[in-house]
């Protein structure tokens, strides 16, 4: 039980990871900014790897697509993320799309130039080591969330986790499809959970949102064991 609730809180936090605010000051000096319209891809799954960045405002999808062309959404990051290292490190390809959900402002760090900080500032490459090493480590709780947890314990995970990193309270603007991409099932399988809970006066689904009426019901459901 004790591994479990710790892979939850791992899972349920955005993808920036430790104290990112020395490696954060040393970024703001190597990159520029620029705009991201809603809707636009940043990069996509494959991709080569050629820059990190760092989302200064505005939210962007993070997701994966199986063989089959199957999506599954990862996370949705939000201001202060950074993202884009796994790839730098290893040369290797985006292992992930990552598309903005509305306006954004990102800052981007070419490969040459992070990689040039690197070799001259040893603090500043511990510190990028650390953020790849807890990057694996949120990884590795998502596939476990996925490989061993009941599909409503994961659909609580990640609605009390939208709920709170979109701060519009109780009302979360997500439709059933996308929630299914969330949690790698079909739309009709999240369809039934959510009727089961609609029946028992914890949530509200209506068309592309499903608001939270029993918070605390909500909370008890994302804890291993209780379905």
Same mark, same amino acid.
């Given at each position: 039980m004790a591994k479990s609730q710790s892979s939850h809180r791992k899972s349920q936090s955005a993808t920036t990871v430790g104290d990112p605010a020395p490696v954060l @000051?040393? =970024? !703001?000096? $190597? +990159? *520029? %900014? @620029?705009?991201?319209?809603? +809707? *636009? %891809?940043?990069? *996509?799954?494959?991709? =080569?790897?050629?820059? =990190?960045?760092? $989302?200064? !405002? +505005? !939210? $962007? @999808?993070? !997701?994966i697509l199986s063989e089959e062309g199957r999506k599954l959404t990862l996370n949705h990051m939000t201001a202060g993320t950074i993202f884009g290292e796994i790839g730098l490190m290893d040369s290797g390809p985006r292992s992930a799309t990552v598309t903005a959900d509305d306006a954004c402002e990102i800052l981007k760090v070419p490969r040459e130039v992070l990689l040039n900080e690197i070799r001259a500032n040893p603090d500043f490459a511990l510190a990028i080591i650390q953020l790849c090493v807890e990057r694996l480590r949120w990884v590795s709780s998502q596939l476990e969330e996925h490989v061993f947890l009941p599909l409503p314990v994961r659909m609580a995970r990640r609605l009390e986790f939208l709920m709170r990193s979109m701060d519009r309270g109780p009302e979360i603007p997500i439709s059933q499809s996308a929630l299914a991409d969330h949690v790698g099932v079909t *739309? @009709?399988?999240?369809?039934?959970? =959510?009727s089961e809970w609609k029946a028992s006066g914890m949530v509200a689904p209506g068309r592309g949102k499903i608001q939270i009426l029993d918070a605390a019901a909500l909370r008890e459901m994302t804890r291993v064991g209780q379905v």
């Open positions: @000051e040393v =970024l !703001s000096k $190597l +990159g *520029r %900014t @620029e705009s991201v319209p809603p +809707g *636009r %891809t940043l990069f *996509r799954q494959g991709d =080569l790897a050629d820059a =990190l960045y760092v $989302l200064q !405002s +505005g !939210s $962007l @999808e993070v !997701s *739309r @009709e399988a999240v369809a039934k959970v =959510l």
